[in-house]
């Protein structure tokens, strides 16, 4: 099951995800967006730039009743590993390896919820891996392509839970407005209480109405508790 260099790591309970620190190793944003989306009953959730998954597993544990999970990510050894930990868990999902912009047509219009911790920053990594760097920075993929992938994939009404940098929050909600994915809730995160926030998490829907709640800001918890359930 685990190749040279990986790790089993718990991230809810007694469920354990595939982890290879050479790669990419998950963070405790990556739980917080999961506890941020909501499910809605049969909802067929996607999550964009899924990396190890633990995105869309995470949410699949807090949501075991949404109708179908699948997971889209570019790089093959990141896409394997998603797939080992599907199967050492009994998840069920697809897992898709390809590029945001070329989903195939058969997933168009498809999916009620798409969940999105994408590639953000845009200056350093510029002496790490390159796989570790295409996980961190935007290499191969812009906000403006995540929008228009999520607006051809989401089914009328859907949403999209995405965060970003918090300093990029303006041309977040730009970008998703841009192609008529209204924001609809969005909150912040800093580091510890009292702190300046360091990230923001939206959701937004496919052809909603305009009208924003703007919820309480929150301390993100230390990384080695964020798998706690």
């Given at each position: 099951?685990?190749?040279?260099?990986?790790?089993?790591?718990?991230?809810?309970?007694?469920?354990?995800?595939?982890?290879?620190?050479?790669?990419?190793?998950?963070?405790?944003?990556?739980?917080?967006?999961?506890?941020?989306?909501?499910?809605?009953?049969?909802?067929?959730?996607?999550?964009?730039?899924?990396?190890?998954?633990?995105?869309?597993?995470?949410?699949?544990?807090?949501?075991?009743?949404?109708?179908?999970?699948?997971?889209?990510?570019?790089?093959?050894?990141?896409?394997?590993?998603?797939?080992?930990?599907?199967?050492?868990?009994?998840?069920?999902?697809?897992?898709?390896?390809?590029?945001?912009?070329?989903?195939?047509?058969?997933?168009?219009?498809?999916?009620?919820?798409?969940?999105?911790?994408?590639?953000?920053?845009?200056?350093?990594?510029?002496?790490?891996?390159?796989?570790?760097?295409?996980?961190?920075?935007?290499?191969?993929?812009?906000?403006?392509?995540?929008?228009?992938?999520?607006?051809?994939?989401?089914?009328?009404?859907?949403?999209?839970?995405?965060?970003?940098?918090?300093?990029?929050?303006?041309?977040?909600?730009?970008?998703?407005?841009?192609?008529?994915?209204?924001?609809?809730?969005?909150?912040?995160?800093?580091?510890?209480?009292?702190?300046?926030?360091?990230i923001v998490m939206v959701e937004a829907v496919?052809?909603?109405?305009?009208?924003?709640?703007?919820?309480?800001?929150?301390?993100?918890?230390?990384?080695?508790?964020?798998?706690?359930?």
């Amino acid at each position: 099951m685990l190749k040279d260099g990986e790790a089993l790591e718990s991230f809810f309970g007694d469920k354990k995800i595939i982890q290879d620190p050479s790669l990419y190793r998950f963070t405790s944003d990556s739980i917080l967006l999961s506890r941020f989306a909501r499910a809605k009953a049969g909802d067929r959730v996607a999550d964009f730039c899924s990396g190890s998954g633990v995105v869309g597993f995470h949410f699949l544990c807090l949501n075991p009743r949404i109708a179908s999970l699948t997971l889209f990510e570019m790089q093959e050894e990141l896409a394997d590993m998603s797939r080992r930990t599907a199967e050492l868990n009994g998840f069920e999902c697809e897992v898709v390896c390809g590029r945001i912009q070329d989903i195939p047509p058969s997933f168009s219009d498809k999916f009620s919820l798409i969940l999105c911790n994408p590639p953000y920053e845009r200056s350093g990594f510029e002496n790490a891996d390159p796989k570790k760097a295409l996980c961190r920075k935007e290499l191969a993929l812009t906000l403006p392509e995540i929008a228009d992938a999520a607006f051809k994939n989401l089914k009328f009404g859907g949403r999209i839970a995405i965060l970003n940098r918090a300093d990029r929050t303006a041309e977040l909600i730009g970008t998703l407005k841009s192609r008529r994915l209204e924001p609809k809730r969005m909150q912040f995160v800093s580091g510890t209480a009292g702190a300046p926030p360091y990230i923001v998490m939206v959701e937004a829907v496919k052809g909603g109405k305009e009208g924003i709640e703007v919820l309480p800001q929150i301390a993100n918890a230390p990384a080695k508790e964020a798998g706690g359930e």
